[in-house]
């Protein structure tokens, strides 16, 4: 039986955010996950990486996701930090496709250009993998805090978008 494909999850809110884990819970029953997003927030890094004394400090995480443990890596620095590190430190095979966000708040306009979101979408574009970025309107302070925000129709979406692209 062929080994499931690896889907990197990614973000730049951080490995706890909620978001990140609507996300992984809606592409969970594509294959196996591999969650590995900046250990601290990173909105607007755009593509940057970052160079100061904890920059590529790796911490492991366990993230519950659709009701299991799910190893989760938190990267000192951004979102494009994480990303690369997924891809030549903690996957143990080829990454099949990246999954980023659901980002706290719209990722339009000018926005685009500076989203850590959208970067680790690009980064993992340029690395040759597949990837889709996703964004959920929500008020600034949301993502601050991880406010309440309904994941429901984020979570149904994603994997229908996922299912469709198979």
């Known amino acids: ?8 999850v990614t973000n730049d809110d951080g490995v706890h955010s909620p978001g990140l884990h609507a996300a992984a819970e809606a592409v969970a029953g594509l294959g196996d996950l591999l969650l590995v997003a900046p250990a601290t927030q990173q909105t607007a890094m755009s593509r940057a ?11 492991r ?17 951004s979102p494009v930090m994480a990303v690369t590190h997924a891809v ?17 708040g719209e990722n339009i306009g000018g926005a685009i250009g500076v989203s ?4 680790a979408a690009f ?9 889709i970025a996703a964004a ?3 008020q600034v302070s949301e993502w601050r805090t991880f406010g ?12 229908r978008s996922c299912r469709n692209r198979r």
């Open 1 to 8: 039986m062929p080994e499931p494909p690896l889907i990197l």
């Open 49 to 59: 990486f970052v160079t100061d004394g904890e920059a590529g400090v790796i911490k």
């Open 61 to 77: 995480a366990v993230v519950h996701i659709a009701g299991r443990a799910v190893p989760g890596y938190a990267v000192s620095g």
């Open 88 to 104: 030549l430190e903690l996957a143990d095979r080829p990454i099949a496709l990246c999954v980023s966000g659901i980002n706290y």
């Open 116 to 119: 850590g979101t959208v970067g």
């Open 123 to 131: 980064e993992a574009d340029a690395l040759g993998i597949p990837a």
């Open 136 to 138: 959920i309107t929500a």
């Open 148 to 159: 309440t925000v309904d994941w429901t129709a984020a979570r149904r979406h994603r994997l």
